[in-house]
């Protein structure tokens, strides 16, 4: 055919130059940016999973910067902790060196009261100033806030970390399961029953012979020697006058009936503490004959010296700690100390020696409100990847709560007290004499301030520094998986560009020779 109006082959050959070029700029574009996809026509698909992907490596940075400034802040708070440790070793040396009041005069005891004083004082300071970036680390502001702690069953609360969850507050419930006890002998005071004791005795309350006993406990044994006659209440004050060197204290089963006998017993509460009491030599048969103790840590309400089914014949006993149940969950006791660790929830309480001997079914609720120190670790913004963690106070009033006994009170009389006490006019500084309390109090802020660096320790070794890594492993693999999508292959671009350079000039020649055929029509006109 020989047609003019309609030029076919140059229509074919436009849009073949016009496919080429737009080819050649798709590959001059990608070579330029360095990228294969530059916007949605692209590649739709690939773009989407490219977008998530960055926003996925964005999470995962920050998630990297957030472990390693959570790591700049324990590491600030651990090194403050050093500096109090090193402190309350101080303190511990003072009290000591001052204990050893024959071989120090009263001017050097005052010395060393005022050098516990600057180094208590000193403790509080860094309490109130430690802090990284304006960010109060010790002064008690990262600790959780509680309420409706009931004192007269939970004397001390301690939480370490709690997931929220979304919740405004947690709610703890510790119910006590099996009671703490305290390691108790019994010594029965009816010495007139001739079927019981050998030589009968005519006077209740008294023990019928003479005998030398072996009184020990968990700080240490002593002798003592009671001779006939003696009334159960005299012993009872001998053996409280040795409490502070043995460990062990005494009392009447009922203040009202002597026949009831006497109850000797640990000081302390838990599976460790006991009370020993053994005869010396071959007088003192009473001994072998009367004294009982609970089969295994009953009740002592059931006490009946008659039954063989309650009470057997001992020189010995331990005590028990308490078991209970916190959330649901089955703590871990030691003492009057029970202690809960949950994916929700980690808590050490001490309880009231009352509430934790009392298995009642009912148990006793508090609420952690708020506070803590939150740490996002992860890329994505949940529970499972934060983790909640409470720093507490270590000011001086705060640090080393301790059950102490009381000196000055009826045998077992106990009182709460904190470093704070060890200062100038306190119930424990060295002026008191009360040298066993003072050392019991700075054991435990010494304790205290150790598993604080150890569960911060914990925290930055085994969570922070293993997030770091498996952060940055998986920054690398998205990485690389998403410049597998985005990024342009430069081998296969100049390659495609080579192509496209060729196809664009064999299009436009063709072009030019399309458009010229036309005019070979005018050779038929003559």
């Known amino acids: 055919m020989a047609r003019i109006n309609t030029n076919i082959p140059s229509l074919i050959a436009q849009r073949n130059l ?30 989407i999973a490219s977008e998530r992907l960055r926003a996925n490596l964005r999470g995962i940075e920050q998630g990297v910067k957030n472990s390693e400034r959570a790591s700049g802040v324990i590491a600030t708070t651990e090194a403050s902790l050093s500096e109090v440790s090193e402190l309350l070793n101080s ?6 060196e001052a204990a050893n009041t024959g071989g120090f005069s009263p001017d050097e005891v005052t010395a060393n009261q005022a050098q516990i004083d600057s180094a208590i004082d000193s403790i509080t300071r860094i309490s109130n100033t430690a802090s990284f970036a304006d960010l109060r680390l010790l002064d008690g502001g990262l600790g959780y806030t509680l309420s409706g702690v009931n004192s007269t069953q939970i004397t001390k609360a301690t939480v370490n970390g709690v997931q929220f969850l979304n919740r405004s507050n947690v709610q703890v419930d510790v119910e006590v399961i099996e009671s703490a006890q305290q390691g108790t002998l019994y010594l029965r005071g009816d010495t007139t029953n001739g079927a019981v004791f050998t030589p009968a005795a005519a006077v209740n309350g008294q023990i019928p012979e003479t005998a030398t006993i072996r009184l020990g406990g968990p700080d240490g044994v ?15 004050t001998a053996i409280n006058n040795l409490a502070g060197s043995t460990g062990v204290q005494a009392a009447r089963v009922s203040a009202t009936d002597i026949t009831s ?13 006991f009370v020993s009491v053994e005869k010396v030599g071959t007088s003192g048969a009473f001994l072998d004959q ?26 010995q006993d331990t005590g028990k700690d308490v ?3 916190i959330n649901g969950a089955l703590g871990t ?14 808590v050490d309480l001490l309880l009231d020696a009352t509430f934790a001997q009392t298995v009642s079914g009912t148990p006793s609720t508090f609420r952690v409100t708020g506070g803590g120190s939150l740490y996002q670790l992860g890329p994505e913004v949940n529970a499972t990847q934060q983790v909640n963690l409470g720093v507490q106070s270590i000011a001086a009033t705060r640090l080393g709560g301790t059950l102490n006994t ?8 106990t009182e709460f007290q904190f470093l704070s006490s060890l200062k100038s006019g306190g119930k424990n500084s060295l002026a008191s004499g009360n040298f066993i309390n003072a050392s019991k109090i700075i054991d435990t802020a010494i304790d205290e301030v150790s598993s604080l660096r150890g569960r911060l320790g914990a925290f930055e070794r085994n969570t922070l520094d293993t997030n770091i890594r498996s952060l940055q492993a998986a920054l690398e693999n998205v990485t690389a998986a998403n410049s597998e999508i985005r990024d342009a292959d430069f081998a296969e671009e100049t390659s495609a560009l080579t192509r496209a350079q060729v196809l664009s000039s064999a299009a436009t020649s063709t072009l030019a020779a399309a458009n010229t055929s036309a005019q070979n029509v005018l050779q038929l006109l003559g």
């Open 333 to 346: 006791g030691r003492g009057l100390t029970i202690s809960a660790k949950t994916s929700e929830l980690d």
């Open 290 to 315: 009367g004294m009982v103790r609970l089969i295994n840590n009953g009740d002592p309400g059931t006490l009946d010296y008659n039954n063989p089914a309650i009470v057997e014949l001992a020189s």
């Open 222 to 236: 002593q002798e003592l020697t009671f001779i006939s006659g003696t009334t159960l209440d005299d012993i009872v």
């Open 406 to 413: 009381v000196p000055t009170g009826p045998p077992g009389t």
């Open 91 to 96: 303190i511990k040396a003072l009290v000591v």
């Open 261 to 273: 006998g006497i109850r000797i017993f640990s000081v302390e509460h838990g599976s460790k503490p």
């Open 18 to 47: 016009a496919s080429a070029n737009a080819d050649l700029g798709v590959r001059l574009q990608r070579l330029a940016t360095g990228l294969r996809l530059n916007r949605g026509a692209d590649d739709p698909a690939g773009l």
């Open 323 to 325: 078991v209970a149940l």
